[in-house]
């Protein structure tokens, strides 16, 4: 039976990376295929809320124990919670990384397994955004069983720390400088399905800045994940991770 693991990384729609996971074995880096996707993305309603704002809360936090809703196989092993990272990932089993991971899929300490949307030091994204648009960290387990999806969501977040760019943004009045919308979602059914969406197109870039995306098993050298660099390649087409440090770059503005 295959399990199929979709990244959607937006800039201009909604790009997917398929993975595809054989439940004979159990290393991330062996199992699981790539294919891309598309699709619009819609932020979340009716979730719950982890945390918010430009504070604490959303920057270098934990939360553990977040209910999945269903049992979601990963890497082989059942689980029904998950960790969440205000730095972008989401992490399986008992041990928690640091609150300063930024690196999710190199971290040298013990974790199950790690799904990486955009591994680095982010914070909510501060002022000025659009009104009504709060930096949230939340999720909500939509559809009925056996087709239910868990969604998390990093809503309104930012590049705690990056190269600057022209400042084209700013003298245009733009707000929104650098925010993303992140969100990694988990299927019940499709084989236990992943999907990563990564909504930028929407809003001015104005420097330069990498993450780390993609999977790690339960050691840091079991990986699968894409590389974007400024030049060669892009999100719509991401390459092959060469390295557990490989980065996917965004590019500023011009």
Known sequence: MKKIFDIYIILILCIAILFTYSEANAQVSTVYSFGLNSSAYSALTGATQLASGTGATMDDALYTGV?????????????????????????????????????????????????????????????????????????????????????????????????????????FGFSNINRMDLQIRLYESQGNRIDIHNNIAPYCLDGSFSAQVGLRGNVNTDYNNRLVTCSGNSWSAPAVGVANSSTCASVTAS
């Open 67 to 171: 209910p999945i809703g269903f049992t979601f196989k990963f890497n082989n092993v059942n689980y029904t919670n998950v960790g969440v990272s205000t730095n972008g990932f989401i992490w399986f089993g008992t041990n928690d990384p640091l609150s300063t991971t930024y690196t999710p899929l190199t971290y040298a300490g013990s974790l199950d397994g790690a799904i990486s949307v955009f591994g680095r030091d982010l914070i909510g994204c501060p002022p000025p955004v659009t009104s009504g648009h709060t930096p949230t960290l939340r999720y909500v387990t939509s559809g009925t069983a056996p087709n239910r999806i868990f969604t998390i969501e990093w809503y309104c977040v930012r590049a705690k720390t990056y190269t600057a760019g022209t400042g084209l943004c700013a003298s």
